[in-house]
């Protein structure tokens, strides 16, 4: 579990390939302070877990489906990404409540910058607008921010200078993917809504049933 709050920003230092998986190094600081084995670490906002590290890196191992389903998979030697350890019970929730797991993968349509602030406009897969609400939160690259704007196929969110200046948002570029993960508790209201609706919808076994499926 995390909060979208970027500790540092990695620095790609290798990638070994296999087939549909990749096997990470990347390089870190902050993050190391008190790393062990099997350790979760947001990166780019997907949960990754720690497989080796020394003093300056470590190594993650990135499975078929989050390769499929992540930008993860466009990084390259040199590559910036945003990293976060897990949340520890006694932390301040400063952001929302995260979870690693992506919902998909979002497309840049535009920058805009007002005063002090930058806007992004972002282009969602279309099943996953039903999950983004004016003012609600959503995970970006594993940043926690808030949606300033929503329609029928983009929404906006606007980047202060601290979130501008610690993450890798405002060096991406127009085209470039981005790594979305929607609030789990709108997830969580809509599958309890559908179950409720299929268990009305279940009809008891009696002759009627039986005649209309082909039993009698």
Do not use: Q
């Amino acid at each position: 579990m995390f909060t979208g709050l970027v500790e540092e920003i990695g620095i790609v230092k290798s990638i070994n390939n296999g087939v549909k998986s990749a096997s990470i190094r990347i390089k870190a600081e902050k993050i190391l302070n008190g790393v062990k084995l099997g350790d979760s670490i947001s990166t780019n906002g997907v949960c990754l877990t720690v497989t080796d590290f020394d003093n300056d890196s470590f190594t993650v191992d990135v499975m078929p489906e989050t390769m499929r389903k992540s930008n993860l998979k466009h990084l390259r030697i040199g590559s910036r990404v945003n990293l976060e350890r897990a949340l520890k019970v006694e932390d301040r929730l400063g952001g929302h409540i995260v979870t690693g797991h992506i919902d998909g993968v979002g497309i840049i349509k535009d920058f805009e910058r007002e005063d002090n602030a930058v806007w992004i406009s972002i282009k969602p897969p279309r099943e996953l607008l039903r999950y983004i609400v004016n003012k609600g939160s959503i995970a970006i690259d594993g940043i926690s921010l808030t949606v300033a704007y929503v329609d029928d196929e983009i929404f906006k969110v606007s980047l202060i200078p601290l979130t501008r200046d610690e993450t890798t948002l405002i060096n991406k570029r127009v085209g470039d993917e981005v790594n979305l993960e929607c609030d789990i508790v709108g997830k969580y209201i809509e599958r309890l809504m559908s179950f409720d609706k299929k268990e009305e919808n279940k009809k008891d076994i009696d002759i009627n049933f039986l005649r209309e499926n082909g039993f009698m």
